[in-house]
């Protein structure tokens, strides 16, 4: 039982490369999103997905695409890389999020380099 | 906007002593919870506690809720070194989780 996996784990682009984060998780969890991380500011959701077909946006969801044709896989597309992307991302997998909620369970990260 | 906000930002201790973090929040939620992550790891749960609970127990920690005054705390009782991580609040709202900023304790040997 894996949990929840992202790859890569460090990635270096340039401005204005395209890329995608890949989240997997074997939990059969409906609920999944993505975060990102820097320092100071905890954790700022991006977009969120309910269950296969369905997503949302989050506080920060602009330059970022997600689709979730499974309920296994959650990839997060970078448009056109800027600087202010460079961050770590982390995606995250629960049972339930709504009326009641349940932990989540979150991947090791991404550290995004965008020179 | 984040929702939740902890306090404080940083602490430190020294091993065996008890350690409180604190969290504030906005709006009203149907459950918080905290999480611990290490450094250059990924979060962890730590404990659940819904808005109909006051004080919730798990090992070495305690968590309380008071929903009129929108604020929890984390109470980490006999610190170890290990206990050393970042420690985040998270809340529900609607379908979506917010976290706050953190506290980073060190818990000196």
């Known amino acids: 039982n894996a949990g929840v996996t992202q790859t890569p784990k460090f990635q270096v682009l340039k401005t204005g490369q395209s890329m995608t984060l890949q989240c997997a998780q074997d939990?059969?969890?409906?609920?999944m999103s993505w975060y990102r991380q820097d320092p100071g500011m905890g954790l700022r959701l991006i977009h969120y997905?309910?269950?296969?077909?369905?997503?949302d946006q989050g506080e920060v969801p602009n330059g970022y695409n997600v689709s979730r044709s499974t309920t296994e896989d959650f990839p997060l597309r970078l448009l056109s890389a800027a600087p202010s992307q460079t961050s770590v991302y982390f995606c995250?997998?629960?049972?339930?999020?709504?009326?009641?909620?349940?932990?989540?369970?979150f991947g090791q990260g991404t550290r995004l380099t965008v020179v | 906007s984040q929702q939740g906000e902890e306090d404080p930002q940083a602490l430190s201790i020294q091993e065996g002593e008890n350690a409180t973090m604190n969290c504030s929040y906005k709006?009203?939620?149907?459950?918080l919870q905290w999480y611990r992550q290490n450094s250059g790891r990924g979060l962890v749960h730590l404990i659940l506690?819904?808005?109909?609970?006051r004080e919730k127990h798990s090992g070495r920690l305690r968590v309380t809720l008071d929903t009129s005054k929108k604020s929890s705390s984390l109470l980490i009782t006999a610190s170890r070194a290990a206990d050393t991580a970042s420690y985040f609040c998270?809340?529900?709202?609607?379908?979506?989780?917010?976290f706050g900023a953190g506290t980073r304790l060190t818990v000196k040997p």
């Open positions: 995250a997998s629960s049972y339930s999020r709504w009326p009641v909620g349940t932990e989540a369970f």
């Open positions: 939990m059969n969890h409906e609920y």
């Open positions: 997905s309910v269950g296969a077909g369905i997503t």
């Open positions: 709006t009203s939620i149907n459950n």
């Open positions: 506690i819904r808005s109909n609970e």
């Open positions: 998270a809340t529900d709202i609607s379908s979506d989780m917010r």
